[in-house]
């Protein structure tokens, strides 16, 4: 079994500011609520036996999204976790509850779960290269790395992979040799259900109030440091969608 989760809890300021009224991303539409951010993804994700969606901020309109504007083969799929605590907490309580969600109803037995950030529009093609992909995945992007902006992936001297970002958007820092540097895909994929289930019950959840970065840096430290192949899978298509005039260019 497969499940597919994103995270779409955020207020989306700078997306709301551009469209003039307090906006949910991921369900903006110009005309047609079948283009939406979200009707995209779980329409790439439709392998997935699952979908965990995360919300937050204005959650009885994403709600009532999915409810009458998801085709019943989508909805069905649909577990809807509220995070409460969306202004108060970073990206990674929203990661935290989702795959707690998952793995409260699945248990640490289903066979891998599919992250993508919910404000993202990527190519069908490379969508289907992290689902296929038989390992653990990291995804890259060709966008330069800006501190304002990026999320950074370095690889260090050991090929261990470390992922950064700066909340102030005002620096990245590298305080030890490194042997690449990538910007982050934000898709992720996680074949070894029973680590990600042991990073879970292990750790003080209060870890996961800020970025999302913790649960991903230590997962896939944990598979380096094992020396368990993880694939690495460059987007052909990669915007993130902070704006309006980002979402026309993905052509939505």
């Given at each position: 079994?497969?499940?597919?989760?994103?995270?779409?809890?955020?207020?989306?300021?700078?997306?709301?500011?551009?469209?003039?009224?307090?906006?949910?991303?991921?369900i903006f539409n110009r005309e047609d609520p079948k283009k939406t951010l979200l009707y995209h993804m779980l329409t790439q994700a439709s392998s997935y036996d699952y979908y965990v969606v995360v919300g937050g901020f204005l959650i009885d309109e994403l709600e009532s999204y999915i409810n009458t504007v998801l085709p019943d083969e989508f909805k069905n799929k649909v577990i809807l976790v509220n995070n409460e605590e969306y202004a108060k907490f970073g990206s990674g309580w929203s990661l935290y509850l989702g795959v707690k969600a998952a793995l409260d109803k699945f248990g640490p037995d289903f066979d891998e779960l599919l992250f993508a950030e919910g404000d993202l529009f990527v190519d069908d093609d490379s969508f289907k290269a992290v689902a296929d992909a038989d390992s653990s995945v990291i995804t890259i992007n060709r966008e330069a790395i800006r501190a304002n902006k990026a999320v950074a992936l370095y690889y260090d001297l050991d090929n261990v992979p470390h992922y950064i970002y700066?909340?102030?958007?005002?620096?990245?820092?590298?305080?030890?040799?490194?042997?690449?540097?990538?910007?982050?895909?934000?898709?992720?994929?996680?074949?070894?259900?029973?680590?990600?289930?042991?990073i879970i019950r292990d750790n003080d959840p209060k870890i996961h109030e800020g970025t999302n970065l913790v649960l991903i840096n230590e997962y896939f430290q944990n598979l380096a440091g094992n020396k368990t192949n993880i694939d690495i899978i460059e987007m052909e298509t990669w915007i993130n969608c902070n704006t309006v005039n980002d979402f026309i260019l993905a052509g939505m």
């Open positions: 079994m497969k499940v597919f989760l994103t995270t779409v809890a955020g207020s989306a300021t700078r997306f709301s500011e551009s469209v003039g009224k307090p906006t949910v991303k991921c700066d909340t102030a958007h005002g620096q990245l820092a590298i305080n030890e040799p490194f042997t690449a540097i990538y910007n982050s895909g934000q898709i992720w994929k996680f074949n070894d259900i029973k680590l990600l289930d042991k």
